[in-house]
């Protein structure tokens, strides 16, 4: 009878300490934004990427428990508003890119949400702010990938740090 108590009480706490790691396992609180300089268009153009369960967690804290990432247009463009009010650009005279909001999407796990705004004439270093969940959770981390003519510089948010400044190659005569 002692040994049956014993193996009760370690099949639940074994349940218990399953159920709380993979309660944590499904926010990431990770995201990717590319920034692609488009030499076609002219344009920088700006993709951020992250995980829908992250979004709809990040949402509902926010904007309250009816937000609804999957089934709202609303909380998918309020979301995608937030984002864009925490992402920043500056030249390297510490002028901010004017950065136009494009749209977003669900495409599978990720929710994308998209900017662009026309390339300054002698862009040589990029002052990149992205605190978007970051103030939510401090563990949250954003990557920056900076693509230029084949070239990609990459920017991390983790921790304290607010700003990265990253040096910009010449584009080819």
Do not use: C
Request: hydrophobic content about 45%; proline content about 5%.
């Amino acid at each position: 009878m002692r040994v049956l108590l014993l193996r009760w009480r370690l099949l639940i706490a074994g349940t218990l300490l399953l159920a709380s790691l993979t309660a944590g396992a499904h926010q990431q609180k990770e995201s990717i934004t590319r920034v692609l300089f488009n030499p076609r268009t002219g344009n920088v153009e700006v993709m951020h990427r992250f995980l829908v369960h992250d979004a709809e967690h990040a949402v509902k804290a926010i904007f309250g428990p009816d937000a609804d990432i999957l089934g709202s247009e609303t909380s998918r463009r309020r979301f995608a508003e937030y984002v864009h009010e925490r992402f920043l650009m500056k030249d390297q005279d510490g002028v901010s890119l004017p950065l136009t909001p494009v749209g977003y999407e669900i495409e599978g796990r990720f929710l994308w949400v998209y900017a662009e705004a026309p390339v300054p004439d002698d862009l040589t270093a990029l002052t990149l702010v992205h605190d978007a969940l970051r103030d939510l959770w401090a563990d949250q981390v954003n990557l920056v990938n900076v693509d230029r003519d084949g070239k990609t510089v990459s920017a991390l948010f983790a921790g304290a740090g607010r700003e990265v400044e990253i040096q910009l190659h010449p584009v080819p005569e």
